[in-house]
């Protein structure tokens, strides 16, 4: 076990690897149901002690809903957070959470992305008679989840989007791709199916054939390659929309596009990382991000963990609308 950063958080190496209201600055979220952000009236006990699983401790979004969650837990003082990362393994995940289970956690914060290896996990914590908490990610059957209102946030990514392509291409019906993840569940299918009937509601007459569902792993890698393959597909000439699950699918899908040498192409990436503002920053196919307050999710998950250790009532699902930014938005960074 080693020591990272401050004395909150401690990082379990992986076995197998060789209110929600809106608390941003600058652009506001609008979250529901509503949860307060964690301040030290959690601390009910002395001390308590978190485990928190997460896919990738190298992937942006998750980066940086992870620096919110010990950042939360920090600015409380009395947790402490023992980190495991899975890379998007199911059995590691697992794994992950005996070895946390071990060591004495109190509760649980699950940020593992495959749905099917989730059911064994509730099993886990049940078993262990304490509570979990999910961001989405991948629903944890039982536990409250946090994260993006994945349908409504998706629709109007794609309301947006579809506009834009309306106001610059007034005569073309689009051609709409979008990436989906149907590894991560039914929730995280509703990001897929939002956008496409946002995108519909902007062109109502949108013929089916108009519309190609992406499947990926929610890597850029993937989500290149089956864009690639489903393009060829798409008519020389069309207009093309893209956006995808998180930011990393939506950036793969348009590099796609560009290896395609489609040269009507608009994107709108979804959920405000610091790769996905890079993209809105540096391509002129990008229309904007549909910004999801990443660092919000962890503070979220902290509260939504120790109120269900202290004995509070926690909703059921907390999940951030979101709200587009653009090259203009300060909050991007682009200059």
């Known amino acids: 076990m080693s020591i990272t950063g401050v004395a909150t958080t401690l990082v379990l190496?992986?076995?197998?690897?060789?209110?929600?209201?809106?608390?941003?600055?600058?652009?506001?979220?609008?979250?529901?149901?509503p949860i307060p952000a964690p301040t030290k009236a959690l601390c009910k006990k002395a001390s308590y002690k978190l485990g928190y699983d997460v896919f990738s401790e190298s992937q942006p979004f998750a980066v940086t809903v992870s620096q919110g969650l010990k950042n939360a837990a920090k600015s409380i003082g009395c947790v402490t957070i023992l980190t495991?990362?899975?890379?998007l393994n199911g059995p590691v995940a697992i794994g992950n959470l005996k070895t946390l289970l071990n060591e004495g956690i109190q509760g649980f914060?699950?940020?593992?992305?495959?749905?099917?290896?989730?059911?064994?996990?509730?099993?886990l914590l049940a078993n262990a008679k304490i509570p979990g908490v999910a961001i989405v990610g991948a629903n944890l059957p039982g536990s409250p989840d946090v994260g993006a209102d994945n349908y409504n946030s998706s629709y109007n990514d794609g309301v947006y989007l579809a506009k834009q392509?309306?106001?610059?291409?007034?005569?073309?019906?689009?051609?709409?791709?979008?990436?989906?993840?149907?590894?991560?569940?039914?929730?995280?299918?509703?990001?897929y199916n939002g956008a496409v009937a946002g995108e519909k509601s902007v062109f109502p007459g949108l013929p089916a054939s108009h519309i190609v569902e992406v499947q990926n792993d929610g890597t850029a890698t993937t989500a290149y390659n089956n864009t690639l393959s489903a393009l060829s597909?798409?008519?020389?000439?069309?207009?093309?929309?893209?956006?995808?699950?998180?930011?990393?699918?939506?950036?793969?899908?348009?590099?796609?596009?560009?290896?395609?040498?489609?040269?009507?192409y608009l994107v709108n990436s979804y959920g405000g990382d610091s790769y996905g503002f890079n993209q809105v920053c540096t391509s002129s196919h990008y229309v904007g991000a549909w910004?999801?307050?990443?660092?919000?999710?962890?503070?979220?998950a902290l509260t939504a963990i120790l109120d269900q250790i202290n004995g509070v009532k926690v909703p059921g699902t907390i999940g951030v609308i979101g709200e587009e930014v653009t090259k203009t938005t300060p909050i991007t960074g682009c200059k």
């Open 13 to 33: 190496g992986a076995p197998g690897l060789s209110s929600a209201t809106a608390r941003s600055t600058g652009v506001e979220a609008v979250m529901t149901p």
């Open 84 to 87: 495991t990362t899975d890379n």
């Open 109 to 123: 914060v699950d940020f593992q992305v495959l749905a099917a290896f989730q059911p064994p996990i509730t099993k």
């Open 165 to 191: 392509s309306k106001a610059r291409f007034p005569s073309q019906v689009p051609y709409v791709l979008g990436g989906a993840e149907p590894t991560s569940g039914a929730l995280i299918m509703e990001r």
């Open 233 to 264: 597909t798409v008519p020389s000439g069309s207009v093309v929309l893209l956006t995808g699950v998180n930011d990393e699918v939506t950036g793969g899908m348009a590099h796609a596009a560009q290896t395609r040498h489609v040269k009507n």
């Open 291 to 300: 910004y999801l307050e990443p660092a919000v999710w962890g503070q979220d």
